[in-house]
């Protein structure tokens, strides 16, 4: 079956219009349907008239990139658009432009290669290419064929181009030494009859695209059900008025993007008498250190500074480019969710994301809670492989077999690995050795990765992490927030109605409340301040959906955050990590020693190395002291637990 978007070539309408440069289906690996395994009896060609054309000109593009380092790939197969006898054109690293032409004919004539010179000779490239190639799925047989390619070899070879002919049996010829390939493009059965035993052997380790995609089938599956159970937004998983089993929305479904707040660097010259904009080094060494000229190489009535401003960027845009990449944001602003969005986006058939489509519609998304690895390293007294971290997140949750495939779909090293939490672990030696492991990785074998941290945890790595890219999750807009809320009230309303509500009223009365919500956030700007945050912005859709009018000031909403962050918060950050601790069995006794701690920064008694900070080591014995005053007969070492535990 042909899948969507891939007609044929053919059309009656006929338009010139540019080449498309790089296109990123060109590169993609193939993507059609396998040729029917060979019978048992030993094949001599591969089936090429079986490929899609699409796989057919993919093919062209890896045997040209063997044969010399490609710098750019044209595409004029795009349907409805003049080929002028081109279907990939080429540009190799000396310059040079190499033509194909590629035709998945069952049979050839002489009069079908006179007619694919003369249309190449007829148009532009004829005078720039230095090279054509006629590719075909089917033998050069008859004996006229074969001296038309000769006629065509000597036509060509008087304008300075070189012509090469390529049928099933020379196409054959040449991709048997790519086992991988034949492994990509035809599948495994065909590699042994074609590459022999040894090849086979060979391969046995590797994921073909073929394995790959099942895993991603496999695994979309997977983070469908994982991500409901761990991330369902509101709580409506249950029965609606009907008695209908109601599931959880797919996050898919009800993700707002959110923008991203990334550093832009600018040098500017400053005349000397504005002295209010100066910055504070002002020292020839100073300036120069910043990458700026020493104060006596600028003009006389100038000084230079490099001004560092923020600006707000869509994560789209943010996406099309980064590889290592540390998101920062405070809790509740919707860390885990961006990555567990971008995981399912690109295993989606059709990808929200341009930049997912773009960059990554090949890769394979792994996922890791980073507490889970740092745990498991601390347990084992020894790092654990990143492997071994993530086929154990499997492995626990009883798919055994995935977790043996997703390894060896890392070693494939085309995946995005998604890090949730480089803040979460209670041993900073251990997170730190982790981390450098993860750069050294990624740097050695060029994978992609984001991870997320909370800002006091990047602060910590800036040392082991320096050439990391680091963006934080702005807070949510005006049309953010009204989007979000314009979504959740239509879910409610959908859920409330049941099978007896008409779409049209439901949306009416969804976009109704939504704009009383917001409405009602705007009656006090603390509270409209503190719903620029995803978590806190849904826990007060949830009490404006109760009836509860919203607090009045930011000390009357304190409750509702508070609960969120210490009990709803840590417990959903366990659960990501599969973490099965002792939680701190004593609320009161929590919150006492959370009380004590604030009091102490702000009296100045605890100083760290910023305002409002205070290291770990003092914050551990201010609280055990306190804990042991109320339990006196407590023992020491379940007493320092207790406060390790709380923080």
């Not at 197969?77 to 190799?92: F, H």
């Not at 590699?191 to 073929?210: D, M, Q, Y």
């Amino acid at each position: 079956m042909r899948k969507a978007g891939s007609r044929s070539k053919s059309s009656s309408t006929i338009r010139k219009s540019e080449p498309v440069e790089n296109p990123a289906w060109l590169y993609e690996s193939p993507d059609g349907n396998a040729p029917i395994p060979p019978v048992h009896t030993r094949p001599s060609l591969l089936p090429f008239a079986q490929l899609d054309w699409r796989d057919f000109e993919r093919l062209c593009l890896r045997l040209s990139e063997r044969e010399a380092k490609v710098e750019a790939a044209w595409s004029y197969g795009n349907t409805g658009y003049a080929q002028y006898g081109i279907d990939v054109l080429v540009r190799v690293e000396n310059g040079a432009f190499h033509v194909w032409q590629s035709k998945r004919y069952k049979k050839i004539s002489k009069t079908a290669i006179d007619d694919a010179v003369k249309l190449f000779l007829k148009h532009k490239w004829a005078k720039q290419a230095s090279r054509f190639v006629l590719a075909v799925a089917c033998e050069f047989e008859s004996p006229t064929v074969i001296d038309a390619i000769e006629a065509a070899r000597t036509t060509l070879k008087a304008q300075d181009i070189e012509f090469e002919a390529l049928d099933a049996s020379k196409l054959t010829e040449r991709i048997k030494l790519q086992p991988e390939l034949v492994d990509d493009f035809f599948d495994r059965p065909w590699v042994e009859p074609i590459c022999g035993l040894e090849a086979l052997e060979h391969l046995k380790n590797r994921f073909s695209r073929f394995n790959i995609a099942s895993v991603r089938t496999r695994l979309r599956s997977f983070y469908n059900s994982w991500i409901s159970t761990v991330d369902p937004g509101l709580p409506i998983v249950g029965h609606d008025p009907q008695g209908r089993v109601q599931a959880s929305i797919p996050i898919t479904e009800r993700y707002i993007q959110p923008d991203l707040i990334v550093p832009s660097t600018e040098s500017q010259i400053l005349p000397p008498e504005d002295w209010s904009v100066r910055e504070r080094k002002s020292s020839k060494d100073t300036v120069a250190e910043e990458g700026g000229k020493a104060l006596d190489q600028c003009d006389d009535a100038s000084s230079l500074r490099t001004a560092v401003r923020e600006r707000r960027m869509p994560l789209n845009d943010y996406l099309r480019s980064k590889t290592q990449v540390i998101v920062i944001g405070e809790a509740g602003s919707g860390k885990s969710s961006l990555l567990r969005f971008l995981a399912l986006d690109i295993l989606a058939e059709d990808p929200v994301l341009e930049s997912v489509r773009e960059r990554f519609a090949n890769a394979t998304p792994v996922g890791l809670p980073f507490a889970l690895w740092v745990r498991l390293s601390i347990d084992r007294g020894t790092p654990v492989s990143m492997e071994d971290a993530v086929a154990e997140f499997f492995r626990s949750q009883g798919e055994t077999d995935l977790s043996e495939d997703i390894g060896r779909v890392i070693n494939s090293q085309n995946i995005l690995l998604l890090v949730d939490g480089l803040d979460e672990s209670p041993d900073a030696t251990a997170t730190r050795t982790l981390i450098a492991v993860l750069t050294a990785m990624s740097g050695r074998n060029g994978i992609s990765i984001i991870a997320t941290s909370r800002p006091h945890g990047a602060r910590n790595l800036r040392e082991f992490a320096g050439s990391w890219e680091r963006c934080n999750l702005a807070a949510f807009s005006d049309a953010q927030r009204r989007a979000l809320a314009h979504l959740w009230f239509g879910v409610l309303e959908r859920f409330e109605a049941g099978s007896s509500g008409a779409e049209a009223h439901i949306k009416a009365r969804a976009e109704k409340k939504a704009d009383a919500f917001i409405t009602a956030l705007q009656v006090n700007s603390g509270i409209g301040s503190l719903s620029q945050t995803p978590l806190f912005l849904l826990a007060f859709l949830s009490l404006h959906r109760h009836g509860h009018t919203l607090p009045r000031n930011r000390f009357a909403a304190s409750r509702e955050i508070v609960d969120q962050l210490m009990e709803h918060q840590p417990g959903r950050r366990d659960i990501n990590a599969l973490s099965t601790r002792v939680s701190v069995g004593d609320s009161r006794l929590r919150n006492r020693v959370i009380a004590d701690f604030a009091f102490a920064l702000q009296a100045g008694e605890l100083r760290g190395a910023m305002p409002d900070a205070a290291t770990e080591e003092e914050a551990l014995v201010r609280a055990t002291a306190l804990i042991r005053e109320r339990q006196p007969n407590a023992d020491v070492d379940g007493i320092e637990a207790n406060a390790r535990d709380i923080f």
